[in-house]
């Protein structure tokens, strides 16, 4: 079992941040915000997919003060607003309703970083604190002679107790790299000395494939540690479903998902009897949104799978060529052609 640190507990709308709250599945739109029409239709795709809060981005007024009203009445799921440099557009995300703001308070003077305090306090919003290694102040920078952990971590220090000296608690804070190593040592180190609610990542992490696999690492390696309240899988890519995708993927994995399904699958052989990648990934289709916790494995021969199947809550191994096995908790229950498997199986799933 993974033990999580314990955090602080703040609400981005109405989903909870920290002290044990489930950890939450975030991604950031990539549509022109002003498109309000097009912006909704890509915060709809991943709420239906599982996201719990999304990221929208406010750089000018027209997102922010018109656009962004919109949004906000109209998503499913909270909306966080991305603000850099000018601390009006945080004000005016505020009074259109943005459940959170998220900025970098290295690009913004401190006169508007207690302004955008001042805003959030009286309008009960969170803030997310954004210290990434591409943003450390020149003095820090020039005193580490790179943007190390330790200057991350000065850098996240000094805006903590900015915020606090302004009588301002109600954040997040994130300490993203590029670089996995780095990631994951800044959280480490800022989870020792800090119990505000972290929300985990790689910053421009890359392309689908690489960009999948760094994050798994970093997020991966963080939430075995019991580190993160919250996540975003960082992707350059079109469809910003497969950021949700990975991320609820990398949760699964740890079994922090909550109710879910896990398909086992063996990578096939020559002894393989039976379609092993097509029934795995038949399965997968058919119990992406099954709210229960289940056990299913898809094995190609007898080597691995009676033993598989026996401790899975539905086992499926290929007996003879084109021939499997299923059983059920543990039990057999069935030899069938594997033309059948999905459907028998999904007989199943759909009365339990």
Do not use: W
């Not at 799921?77 to 991305?82: Q, S």
């Amino acid at each position: 079992m993974i033990n999580r640190r314990k955090t602080r507990k703040i609400f981005v709308g109405n989903v909870m941040v920290g002290a044990n709250s489930p950890i939450t599945v975030q991604t950031m739109t990539n549509t022109n915000t002003e498109n309000v029409k097009a912006t909704l239709q890509q915060i709809e795709g991943v709420a239906s997919i599982g996201a719990d809060i999304v990221r929208v981005s406010c750089p000018n007024m027209a997102s922010s003060a018109t656009a962004l009203r919109e949004i906000v009445k109209n998503s499913p799921i909270p909306i966080i607003a991305d603000v850099h440099f000018n601390y009006k557009r945080a004000i005016e995300a505020i009074e259109s309703g943005a459940h959170c703001i998220r900025i970098n308070p290295g690009n913004i003077l401190d006169y508007g970083l207690k302004e955008i305090a001042n805003a959030a306090n009286n309008n009960n919003v969170s803030i997310r604190l954004g210290i990434n290694s591409g943003s450390i102040p020149r003095d820090i920078l020039e005193k580490h002679k790179e943007p190390s952990v330790d200057a991350i971590i000065e850098t996240a220090i000094l805006n903590i107790k900015k915020f606090e000296d302004m009588g301002f608690y109600n954040f997040k804070i994130s300490v993203k790299s590029s670089d996995v190593n780095t990631s994951i040592a800044a959280y480490r180190k800022l989870s020792e000395i800090s119990d505000y609610p972290l929300h985990i990542g790689i910053t421009e992490a890359g392309t689908l494939f690489c960009g999948t696999i760094k994050s798994a690492i970093g997020i991966g390696t963080l939430l075995a540690d019991g580190i993160g309240d919250t996540l975003r899988v960082s992707l350059s890519l079109k469809d910003i479903r497969e950021e949700v995708k990975v991320g609820r993927q990398i949760l699964k994995s740890l079994d922090l998902l909550g109710n879910t399904v896990n398909i086992v699958a063996c990578p096939t052989c020559a002894r393989t009897l039976i379609d092993v990648v097509a029934i795995a990934t038949e399965l997968e289709k058919i119990t992406g949104n099954f709210d229960k916790t289940l056990r299913i494995s898809v094995l190609g021969c007898v080597v691995n799978g009676p033993g598989e199947a026996i401790n899975s809550d539905i086992g499926i191994f290929g007996f003879k060529k084109g021939i499997a096995k299923i059983y059920k908790d543990g039990t057999e229950i069935k030899t069938c052609a594997e033309e059948n498997i999905v459907e028998i199986v999904g007989e199943i799933v759909s009365a339990l």
